[in-house]
């Protein structure tokens, strides 16, 4: 059988052949031809030969729906197949850029899948809790007479009356259950195990209003007497190893306890921290005078309210019941205070349980702050950015390469489309590819992500469909969003320029260059905040404290509430002293660096003025290195030294505008007449982090402030491990059976920033990255150029241009692409670091010289990246670039 019409030949016997068997060609043919070229004549060819497919494909199958939709479905899995064979193929061609590209998108997905993560923690946490919902932190809301504006009007105050818990429970039907949450530290005895242990007090309703998992014990029947311990399994293992502790007897402090229960340790994203749980009924501030003093407060207050709470309605009962029990001092502090009419001095008010760990103003160890996760948020979606770019340059980087396929394919019939689908096709697998080698870097950065976050993630199995499902989301939209641009600029070739003699390999791809320019400003942006971060911190470990904190052991006493403190911290000076590497010994109630001391109010003015108060011995100057600005130190030798004698700071003596301090005395309440005498002024000393100014305090040597039970030892700087060992030896010696627990003080101080340090090791890591992929982009951008200008370069070498001359002419366009991008990003960066500055009292200046350093940084970087393509053009043999001129 012959078809005589060579534009049909090969299409109709082609599907024939297909469909059925030579023999029944016969009888069909002309219909068939008769047909197209009825359909060629009244429609056109390209839709008569579509037609004359889908005919043979209907007629030959009877047994099979081949309808037109079937055969389109057929035909597009065909080509799909054919799309990712060719997409496979070109990758593996193109083995550098390829690599490149995986490099720097598997790095911007492992980033970006690391932050999901940590967003996905802070948004988990007290989320386990079955009735989280009805679960409240109480706090009060005190009126701020010094408020500058509405915002900060009124300001909440963490700490509750002791007695608040239980009367809500017993007066508003809302409440279903209430309980204490008070934690405190002391000693924990097991036979011969001592130790120091965090130990929370709670009451009953505890267990029945969270969803900690009770291994051993009956919540119903816990805490039924006040001499019980709830243990954490991790606590239990510590003290019992595999023994049952259950029943067991242990020491907290001077009291010993049964052990009742043992409850699953918190969570990492719990904002309860707990490891040892007992009655609150049993803690020291429980008393009758607690219990009635609506004034004092050091006690935190959680319920569960009943479902279906009107918590509006709740919050007019909760007025009523500050006006019942405090309505006396509401008056008196209305007057004080100048109040407004209409407003309350001080009421209750609550918080869900799921938004306390957002609120700084609440306190807790696990306090976080929601814009960080903002921030680490936006610094992934740069990241992506900037893989995105970086890929979009490396593809154009290449496309001159590509213009004759794109050429072969159109002239072979391929659409504009279809080359589009091909490209975008690359793009999407490449960033599977990526997304494989990212998951990878996950696992593998996980951990340094968490010692950096300070947090405790972890991928189990109930995770791993969220994070594939974020991981797929992030892989197609980096593959469709970086390859759009590559797709439509790399299809958009005519074949006639391609084909017709005349190709040049000059590329115009103008539109990388503001790519790579916001790119290099994406990192530029990150180069300029971890500058400005290091500086600070830098500033922060390196300011005058006003105090020497090197080398400075500072050792607990561990003594109970029976025991003379300052016999064992006497004992210890002493013994410590006879040690050649001990320079001085001293003793304080409060370590510097653990916050303030006991906070008292003064008279002086009859506005109660607060002061911080520390307690310490007549070595403490000294042994500090602290300065006097006015006035002696304190005379071991002189008694009266010991009574109603003080050394005040300046800040307090500025505070109370007072011309001859030596001339005064600090008065501590409305009866004291006489007051307490003044025997020296010391410069200011940062007792607390520089995050605050320095606040009014004073040092006393009269022990009836506070117990001595830290000691402070200053040693010499040689054989630090040894001087220890002597240390704990001596210790050993006075205070037997008890654990030796010691630090550094410039350790305790450098734990102040830890926060900030952990945020100034994220910000690093996501420079590196950010510089690690924008120098590919670079890398890139200066391939093109090389492409671009390889003719120039062979004329310029045959008219004797040098190395260097072609060095400087290939990159000096990157040098004022860098330039631009600081430009961009200096603004940006001085706004953001003027924010995050902004939490420190004693901060660095952001002045020009900051910006010159990381502008610096960034053009080194940029020529390091660059130097490669523009090394290997100026080495290119000119012979080899004009031979065919």
């Known amino acids: 059988m012959m078809i005589h019409h060579p534009q049909k030949n090969n299409l109709a016997l082609r599907f024939l052949s297909w469909f059925c068997p030579p023999a029944l060609y016969e009888g069909i043919e002309g219909d068939l031809l008769e047909q197209y070229d009825q359909d060629a004549h009244e429609i056109g060819t390209k839709a008569a ?88 932190m109480m706090h009060g809301f005190e009126y701020n007479s010094k408020a500058s504006g509405p915002e900060d009007q009124f300001h909440k105050i963490a700490p509750m009356q002791m007695a608040l818990p239980q009367v809500m429970k017993s007066e508003l039907p809302e409440v279903e259950y209430a309980t204490h949450f008070a934690g405190n530290s002391g000693l924990m005895k097991y036979d ?48 019992f190893g595999d023994k049952d502790p259950m029943g067991e007897l242990v020491m907290i402090g001077e009291r010993t306890l049964k052990v009742t229960g043992i409850i699953e340790s918190p969570p990492a994203n719990s904002s309860l921290d707990f490891q040892i749980l007992t009655p609150i009924q049993g803690s020291r501030g429980y008393n009758q005078h607690n219990l009635n003093s609506w004034l004092n407060m050091g006690w935190s207050a959680l319920v569960q309210l009943h479902p279906g709470t009107d918590l509006a309605n709740l919050e007019t009962k909760l007025d009523k019941l500050a006006e019942k029990y405090m309505g006396e001092h ?52 740069l990241i992506l950015l900037i893989a995105c770019i970086n890929y979009i340059t490396l593809a154009l980087t290449t496309s001159a390469r590509r213009r004759m396929e794109v050429g072969v394919r159109k002239v072979a019939g391929a659409y504009k489309r279809q080359l589009v689908y091909q490209f975008s096709v690359e793009s999407v697998l490449l960033a599977f590819i990526s997304m494989v080698i990212g998951i990878g870097l996950t696992v593998l950065f996980l951990p340094a992500f968490n010692s950096f976050t300070g947090k ?21 939209l980096v593959g469709l969003l970086a390859g759009s641009y590559p797709a439509f600029f790399l299809s958009g070739y005519r074949p006639v320029d391609v084909l017709k003699g005349g190709f040049t390999t000059r590329l115009q791809a103008g539109f990388t260059k503001p790519l790579v320019v916001l790119q290099f400003a994406f990192s530029a942006f990150l180069i300029i905040s971890s500058v400005t971060m290091y500086r600070q911190m830098e500033y922060v470990s390196t300011k005058d404290l006003g105090y020497d904190q090197h080398q400075l052991v500072v050792i607990r006493t561990n003594a109970m509430r029976g025991e003379d403190s300052l016999k064992i911290g006497e004992r210890l000076q002493h013994r410590a002293m006879l040690n050649p590497a001990v320079v001085s010994v001293s003793a304080t109630n409060f370590p510097f660096a653990g916050g303030d001391g006991m906070i008292y109010n003064i008279m002086n003015n009859r506005d109660g003025k607060s002061v911080s108060g520390y307690v310490v011995d007549a070595n403490f100057i000294k042994t500090m290195n602290m300065k006097l600005a006015l006035g002696r130190d304190f005379d071991i030798n ?129 420079t590196v990255f950010a510089i690690l992929i924008s120098c590919l982009g670079l890398f890139g951008l200066a391939g093109i150029n090389a492409v671009n200008r390889t003719k120039e370069i062979g004329i310029r070498k045959v008219l004797g241009a040098d190395l260097g001359a072609i060095f400087v002419m290939l990159n000096k366009q990157f040098v004022w692409l860098s330039v631009i991008a600081f430009l961009i990003a200096a603004p940006l960066s001085w706004y953001a670091m003027d924010q995050w500055l902004s939490s420190f009292h004693f901060r660095i200046e952001m002045g020009w010289p900051l910006f010159v350093t990381g502008m610096v940084i960034g053009l080194f970087i940029a020529l390091l990246s660059v130097s490669y393509h523009g090394i290997k053009a100026a080495l290119i043999n000119p012979a080899e670039t004009l031979k065919y001129e």
């Open 192 to 239: 011969d195990k001592v130790f120091r242990e965090n130990v929370t007090y709670v009451d009953a309703d505890f267990f029945r209003m969270f969803s900690f998992r009770l291994i051993n014990g009956n919540a119903e029947k816990l805490f039924v007497t006040n001499d019980e311990v709830v243990l954490t399994d991790a606590i239990a293992r510590k003290y």
């Open 49 to 136: 030969r579509r037609r004359l497919v889908l005919n043979v494909l209907r007629f030959f199958r009877p047994g099979i729906l081949l309808r037109n939709r079937f055969s389109l479905q057929l035909i597009n899995s065909v080509m799909i197949g054919n799309y990712f064979k060719v997409a496979s193929r070109n990758i593996l061609r193109r083995k550098l850029y390829s690599f490149i590209n995986a490099s720097g998108l598997s790095i911007g997905i492992a980033f970006c899948v690391l932050i999901y993560l940590f967003i996905q923690d802070e948004k988990s946490f007290d989320q386990f809790h079955a009735s989280k919902e009805r679960l409240y």
């Open 638 to 766: 002189n008694a009266a030294d010991g009574i109603n004698t003080i050394i005040v700071n300046e800040a307090l003596v500025k505070e109370l505008k007072w011309n001859d301090p030596l001339q005064e005395r600090l008065k501590f309440s409305h009866s004291d007449t006489l007051g307490s005498r003044i025997i020296g002024v010391v410069r200011d000393f940062h007792f607390n982090s520089l995050l605050s100014d320095v606040g009014p305090a004073f040092l006393s040597i009269d022990t009836h402030y506070g117990r001595l039970d830290h000691i402070l030892v200053k040693i010499a700087p040689d054989n630090i491990p040894e001087t220890l060992a002597r240390l704990q030896k001596d210790y050993t010696m006075v205070a037997p059976g008890k654990p030796f627990e010691y630090s550094f003080l410039d350790e305790n101080v450098a734990q102040q920033y830890g926060k900030f340090n952990r945020w100034m090791s994220i910000m690093g890591l996501a």
């Open 330 to 381: 509401l008056q008196q502090w209305k007057q004080e205070r100048k109040v407004p009419d209409g407003i309350m001095p001080y009421t209750f008010r609550f918080t869900n349980l799921a938004d306390i760990h957002f609120d700084k103003s609440l306190g807790g160890r696990r306090v976080s702050d929601r814009k960080y996760s903002w921030i680490l948020g936006g610094v992934a979606v």
């Open 456 to 476: 405790g993630i972890t991928l189990d199995l109930m995770e791993i469909p969220s994070l594939a499902v974020a991981c797929l989301g992030i892989a197609l």
